[in-house]
C-alpha cells in the first residue's frame, strides 16, 4: 500500500506553472466591505489603495491599474498617439503584437540578442523607416533589455518608447524599478504571473498629466462629467481584483524567495549538462524567478527539444515552449517583410531550442530534482 502511494506520488503530474493563492480566510474582509460599501469599480478604494502600495512597491512614480496586461498595452500606445509602424521583438507572446494590430500599427520585427532573447540594439536603427514612431521591447523573462542603449537610439530618431514589461513584477535592475525605463510600461498580473489578481494589469508612468490622460481613454475618455477627451475604452480594474492584489502583495516576498530557491536549484544542477544552455544571471538586477527557460542543443545533448519536451510530457510533467511558435509565425503577421525567417535568425534558432521548466512557489524542490534526474537520464526513460 504504502509502495503504492509513493508510487503515485512520484507521478503526480507538474505542470509549468500554478497560480498563488492566500487563504481564502484573508480575502473575506474585503469582500465583506465591498458589499457593505457598494463601490464596485470606477476608481473605488481599494483600487486606489492598490495604485498607490504598488507604486511604492514598485520603486515608480505613478501606476494605473487595468483589467488585463492586453488592454495596457493597448492603452499606452493610445496614450502616446503611436501610428505608422512600430519596431518590436518576435520572441514574446502574441499579446505583444496584437496590441500594434489593434491600433491599426504595423509591426516591424527586429531580431534578438543571443544572451537573454530580448530585442537587439544593435539590429534597430537599420529598420527604421520615415513611418516608424515607437519601439515596444519586451523585457523576455524578466530579464533587462540594454535600455540605455534603446533610448539613445529612440532619442536621435524621436521615437517613443513603450516596454512591454508583463514578466517584470518586482523587479529592480541597475538600482531603480525596472519600469522606470522608456516613456511607459505595462505590467500583467493575469493568474499565470508571479504576481496575479487574476487577470489584472498596469501602466507606469513618470508624470501626473500622463497618470491623467492615461485614467481619462481607460473609462471612455470621460474627463469630467460633460467632457470627453478621446474615444477611450473601458479597460479599468474592478474592485474585486484591486483587493485581490492588496492581500496578494503581502505574501510576495514569500513567493518569491521560495521560487529563488527552486531557479538556483535548477541552474546548479543543470548548468554542467552537455547541450543545455541556461540563461545567465543579468548583471545588477533583482530578478523575480519568474520563468526558467533552457535551450537545447540537439547535437550535444543528443535528442531535440521537442523530443525532450514529450519524453518530460510522458513523464507526467508539462513544460511549456515559450516563445514558440514566433509571433511572426502566425497567419496574420507572417506576409510582412520583416516576419520571414531571414531577417530574424536568433529568434528563430532560440524559438526551436527553447523549453521553460515547471517554477511556481508551491514546487517541492523533490519535484524539481526529480525534473532535473528525468533530463538528466533522458536515454534511460525514452
Ligand atoms: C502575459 C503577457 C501579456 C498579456 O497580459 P494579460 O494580462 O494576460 O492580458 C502581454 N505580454 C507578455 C509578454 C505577456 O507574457
Not at 487595468?66 to 493610445?78: H, I, K, M, R
Not at 507572446?93 to 496590441?99: D, E, K, L, M, Q
Not at 540605455?148 to 516596454?163: E, P, R, S, T
Not at 511572426?328 to 521553460?356: D, Q, R, W
Request: proline residues 5%; contains cysteine.
Amino acid at each position: 500500500m504504502k509502495n503504492k502511494r509513493e508510487k503515485t506520488k512520484m507521478n503526480n503530474p507538474i505542470y509549468v506553472t500554478q497560480p498563488s493563492l492566500p487563504e481564502l480566510k484573508e480575502f473575506i474582509p474585503y469582500l465583506e466591505k465591498i458589499w457593505r460599501n457598494k463601490r464596485l469599480t470606477n476608481n473605488g478604494p481599494f483600487h486606489q489603495q492598490l495604485e498607490k502600495e504598488l507604486a511604492g512597491f514598485l520603486g515608480v512614480p505613478y501606476v494605473s491599474l487595468f483589467t488585463n496586461g492586453t488592454l495596457a498595452l493597448v492603452t499606452a500606445l493610445q496614450v502616446m498617439r503611436i501610428t505608422g509602424e512600430v519596431i518590436t521583438t518576435p520572441y514574446s507572446f502574441v499579446a505583444t503584437t496584437h496590441s500594434l494590430w489593434w491600433n491599426n500599427i504595423k509591426p516591424l520585427f527586429v531580431d534578438i540578442e543571443s544572451e537573454f532573447g530580448n530585442l537587439d540594439p544593435e539590429k534597430i536603427e537599420a529598420a527604421i523607416t520615415p513611418k516608424t514612431t515607437a519601439i515596444l521591447p519586451v523585457h523576455v523573462y524578466g530579464n533587462p533589455c540594454k535600455a540605455n542603449h534603446i533610448q539613445q537610439i529612440a532619442d536621435i530618431y524621436g521615437l517613443k518608447v513603450i516596454y512591454d514589461a508583463a514578466h517584470c513584477f518586482g523587479i529592480k535592475h541597475l538600482g531603480q524599478g525596472i519600469c522606470n525605463f522608456g516613456d511607459l510600461s505595462i505590467l500583467s498580473f493575469h493568474a499565470t504571473k508571479v504576481f496575479n489578481t487574476m487577470e489584472g494589469g498596469a501602466i507606469v508612468c513618470h508624470d501626473e498629466n500622463t497618470k491623467k490622460r492615461i485614467d481619462y481613454l481607460k473609462n471612455f475618455g470621460f474627463a469630467g462629467e460633460t467632457t470627453v477627451m478621446a474615444p477611450g475604452i473601458n479597460s479599468k480594474m474592478n474592485e474585486m481584483q484591486a483587493a485581490l492584489g492588496l492581500v496578494q502583495l503581502k505574501h510576495y516576498g514569500e513567493n518569491i524567495s521560495k521560487r529563488k530557491a527552486i531557479a538556483e536549484t535548477y541552474r546548479k544542477e543543470l548548468q554542467a549538462i552537455k547541450g543545455i544552455r541556461v540563461i545567465p544571471e543579468p548583471e545588477q538586477t533583482d530578478s523575480n524567478y519568474a520563468y526558467f527557460p533552457i535551450f537545447i542543443n540537439k547535437k550535444e545533448y543528443g535528442i531535440s527539444r521537442n523530443q525532450l519536451y514529450e519524453m518530460l510530457k510522458q513523464n507526467n510533467i508539462f513544460c511549456r515552449r515559450y516563445f514558440y511558435p514566433l509571433i511572426s509565425e502566425f497567419p496574420m503577421y507572417k506576409g510582412l517583410e520583416s516576419a520571414k525567417p531571414n531577417n530574424l535568425p536568433i529568434a528563430t534558432k532560440m524559438a526551436k531550442e527553447v523549453i521553460c521548466l515547471p517554477l511556481f512557489s508551491e514546487l517541492s524542490i523533490d519535484d524539481v530534482l526529480r525534473i532535473v534526474q528525468c533530463i538528466k537520464n533522458y536515454n534511460k526513460l525514452l
